[in-house]
């Protein structure tokens, strides 16, 4: 029993252990510059691979091949985004789900019902429609805050950097 105490308590430490970064820099000499890309149209070769969350077990793990072909980072970052932004969004349904649940209401929503059959009682009543107005006006001011606001000087730094200043 201490043996296997002792060999938990290394395997998890191992997922602490420092890793090896891998460098990218290039040293061939026939190496094509972005400007001589830009001017003879040449393709640009990315490599999606090495990019950041691209993990061993699975690699480049893009099952709908929604990658294949692209040839810049634009559609990259912009399915990255999506993926990060689809993420928050679901994390805050599992708490709302068990917010619910565990019986905590808004005023005057102490009649819904939890989990789906929650839906009907929305669909049903005048405080289940009043919540779902309030549902969708927090929706479109998420939306509306969150995106970039060039004219206040706050660009995004990253796919999914949600910040206002």
């Known amino acids: 029993m201490k043996c296997a ?8 430490a191992a997922a602490f252990a420092p890793t090896q970064q891998a460098t990218r820099m290039s040293t061939s000499m026939d190496a094509v510059t972005a400007a001589q890309k830009d001017f003879f149209g040449l393709k640009v070769e990315v490599d999606f691979s ?21 040839e810049d980072y634009e559609n990259f970052n912009d399915l990255r985004e999506k993926e990060i ?40 009543t005048k405080d289940g429609m009043n919540v779902l107005y309030q549902m969708a006006m927090f929706f479109v001011a998420a939306e509306i805050a969150n995106r970039e606001a060039p004219w206040t000087g706050v660009t995004a730094e990253f796919p999914g950097d949600y910040r206002n200043g």
Do not use: C, N
């Open 50 to 70: 090495k990019e950041l969350g691209v993990q061993a077990p699975l690699g480049l793990w893009d099952p709908l091949g929604l990658l294949k072909g692209s």
């Open 5 to 12: 105490a002792i060999l938990a308590l290394a395997g998890s």
């Open 85 to 124: 932004k689809h993420g928050r969004v679901a994390m805050l349904a599992v708490v709302g789900y068990l917010t619910t649940a565990a019986g905590i209401r808004f005023p005057g929503a102490e009649d819904i019902p939890a989990g789906i059959a929650s839906w009907e009682a929305l669909l049903s």
